[in-house]
């Protein structure tokens, strides 16, 4: 299986602090690699490495040719100011191919055929003519990863896509996301903090820990010391909010 992504013996700092020592794994073509691990470990500042914004303070990060121009698409978190944005839901996915644009000072008519193609295929050709800043946080979300398939082909990188969606919309956003991975053969590496629904959908974790950090197969994690009490302690959690 083609690696598209290996990280060697990586460190990454933030203001001057070390939040990610030694870390190495690597992700093959066709991978679900779910990053999860406690706030302020470093994930998001890993996930700005990976997409190049952000040099590793050591190591290194080898990307395959295959991970060229047109290969990666990102959807990162959303910021209050982007959530009121005040633009045509057909503009806000064309906007995904800005990066393939080059020096061309408009969409092609290529870049507008990829557009409405990756509106068919997230099911939203209904909110087309629709303002993104009216929709609901799911909508939203649906039309920030049609951005995201726009930009990229092969790989994509999604920095905790279903914060503040209700339990339906989420399980709804984490179904689409599993099916582009094992139906379309998209490269997946998801930021979360949630592990129930990660070991649920992914054939990769990759848990950051402040002192030691796990890279292995799902199954692999779950029989980990770190997975077993990481596990336990959120099911942990959801039966006390349960019960309240």
């Given amino acids: 299986m083609e690696e598209l992504l290996k ?20 992700v093959c073509r ?12 470093g994930k998001s500042t890993l996930v700005k490495g990976l997409l190049g914004l952000k040099s590793p303070a050591e190591g290194r990060i080898d990307r395959s040719k295959s991970l060229g121009k047109g290969s990666i698409g ?13 633009a045509s839901v057909f503009e806000v996915v064309l906007s995904g191919r800005l990066s393939s644009r080059g ?11 990829i557009a409405r193609a990756n509106i068919e295929r997230l099911g ?9 800043r ?3 946080g799911g909508q ?21 896509p279903v914060t503040g969606l209700d339990p339906i919309v989420t399980e709804e956003m984490y179904r689409i996301i599993y099916e582009l991975n094992t139906k379309e053969g998209i490269t997946i590496i998801m930021v979360s ?4 629904s990660a070991v649920k959908y992914a054939s990769h974790m990759l848990h950051l820990n402040f002192e030691n950090s796990f890279f292995g197969t799902t199954q692999q994690y779950i029989e980990s010391p770190m997975g077993r009490y990481f596990f336990a302690e959120s099911n942990s959690l959801i039966r006390t909010e349960k019960s309240e």
């Fill in 7 to 26: 990280c060697e013996n990586l460190s990454f700092s933030y203001e001057n602090t070390g939040v990610i020592k030694g870390l190495s794994f690597s």
């Fill in 30 to 41: 066709g991978d679900y690699l779910c990053i999860v691990g406690e706030n302020g470990s």
């Fill in 74 to 86: 990102y959807l990162p978190q959303q910021t209050p100011a982007q959530k009121d944005f005040p």
């Fill in 103 to 113: 020096l061309l000072p408009f969409y092609s008519s290529e870049d507008k055929s």
């Fill in 124 to 132: 939203i050709e209904d909110l087309v003519r629709r303002s993104y």
């Fill in 134 to 136: 009216d929709l609901s």
């Fill in 140 to 160: 939203q979300q649906r039309v920030l990863l049609a951005r995201a398939l726009c930009a990229g082909k092969t790989l994509l990188l999604l920095d905790e």
């Fill in 193 to 196: 903090h949630d592990i129930n």
